[in-house]
């Protein structure tokens, strides 16, 4: 079965540093993608950035990066220089070729302290 | 261009009634998935739609009906409510799998007494 585990379920940081949340999987696949979703106090969930398990390169979309070790089945957020509109819910969530649906991490709360 | 709109946004129910989630999209996407949210348990998958017409069942089902009669519409509906529906419901869509990102709508909060 595929799982995704986020073993980190509260951070926190103060504003302007770096925080890194984990997000591991389990799969038997070689053509998948992963993706990291944040759901702010609002509720609504938006889309940070995607990873293609075949491409090398770290995704990357301003201050947010992954560190994508596809041997460790590793799959990282890293945000830099904090923002206060960052504090939300980060879910990790994986999708195969073949599936049809979408596998969540049960998610990390992240704080940014002032 | 809306996105995802979900409808109602707050629902109250007393055990035992009935009531319908609608999910509308105006993205022209094939697939539509029902989640719920509660504390400490991420998203869990209802039902989801691969196209018009088409409806399986995700990881807790049970309690839950879905219809999906036209692409922009997906039906979530609960025929006798209970307390352990009390959650938060998402509705989500995409393009196509499973390189195309979710896209979600606002949620709607159901209480259940």
């Known amino acids: 079965a595929q799982t995704v585990t986020q073993s980190q379920p509260e951070m926190s940081v103060q504003e302007a540093e770096t925080v890194t949340l984990s997000c591991t999987y389990d799969?038997?696949?070689?053509?998948?993608?992963l993706f990291w979703y944040k759901q702010p106090p609002s509720r609504q969930m938006i889309l940070v950035i995607r990873q293609e398990a075949y491409k090398q390169q770290n995704a990357t979309e301003n201050r947010f990066s992954v560190n994508f070790q596809k041997a460790a089945k590793s799959f990282s957020l890293k945000i830099s220089d904090s923002q206060l509109g960052d504090a939300a819910m980060y879910f990790c969530?994986?999708?195969?070729?073949?599936?049809?649906?979408?596998?969540f991490g049960q998610g990390t709360r992240l704080t940014i302290n002032p | 261009n809306a996105g995802v709109t979900q409808t109602p946004k707050f629902r109250v129910l007393k055990t035992g009634q009935s009531m319908t989630l609608l999910c509308a999209q105006d993205m022209n996407h094939e697939y539509m998935y029902w989640y719920r949210q509660d504390p400490g348990m991420g998203l869990r998958l209802i039902h989801y739609?691969?196209?018009?017409?088409?409806?399986a069942k995700g990881e807790v089902p049970d309690g839950y009906n879905v219809s999906r009669l036209k692409k922009q519409n997906f039906l979530l509906g609960l025929e006798s409510a209970a307390p352990s529906q009390t959650s938060v419901y998402f509705c989500a869509s995409s393009f196509t799998v499973p390189s195309s990102p979710l896209h979600f709508g606002n949620g709607t909060r159901l209480t259940v007494t």
């Open positions: 799969t038997s696949e070689s053509d998948y993608y």
């Open positions: 739609s691969v196209g018009e017409g088409t409806t």
């Open positions: 969530a994986y999708n195969y070729q073949g599936a049809q649906k979408l596998v």
